[in-house]
Nanobody, 115 residues
Framework: QVQLVESGGGLVQAGGSLRLSCSASGNIININSIDWYRQQEPHKPRELVAGTDTVGDTEYADSVKGRFTISRDNTKNTVYLQMNNLKPEDTAVYYC????????WGQGTPVTVSS
């Protein structure tokens, strides 16, 4: 089994910063495979915000390039998402995700950016 626990969300003004954390435990083979997604509305699909593509390169959604940075601490089995220059359209619930035979999701951490 795999457990993912996000933290670090909250309310911030536009232009501000937040750092999200995803603490992973259980049968994790490689934390480089943990991605960040977000869901802006309950009825909308989750979108990939930051992750690693099939050749090992970091990829970002176009809307967050230059503002968000994904990083990993293998010693702590933790993945971070540094979010700078936040915009109201970044408001969403942010999830970390891991794929190994099936999808694993955390419970999500909400981020609200006020204008």
């Amino acid at each position: 089994q795999v457990q993912l626990v996000e933290s670090g969300g909250g309310l911030v003004q536009a232009g501000g910063s937040l750092r999200l954390s995803c603490s992973a435990s259980g049968n994790i083979i490689n934390i480089n495979s943990i991605d960040w997604y977000r869901q802006q509305e309950p009825h909308k699909p989750r979108e990939l915000v930051a992750g690693t593509d099939t050749v090992g390169d970091t990829e970002y959604a176009d809307s967050v390039k230059g503002r968000f940075t994904i990083s990993r601490d293998n010693t702590k089995n933790t993945v971070y998402l540094q979010m700078n220059n936040l915009k109201p359209e970044d408001t969403a619930v942010y999830y970390c995700h891991y794929l190994r035979f099936r999808d694993y999701w955390g419970q999500g951490t909400p981020v609200t950016v006020s204008s």
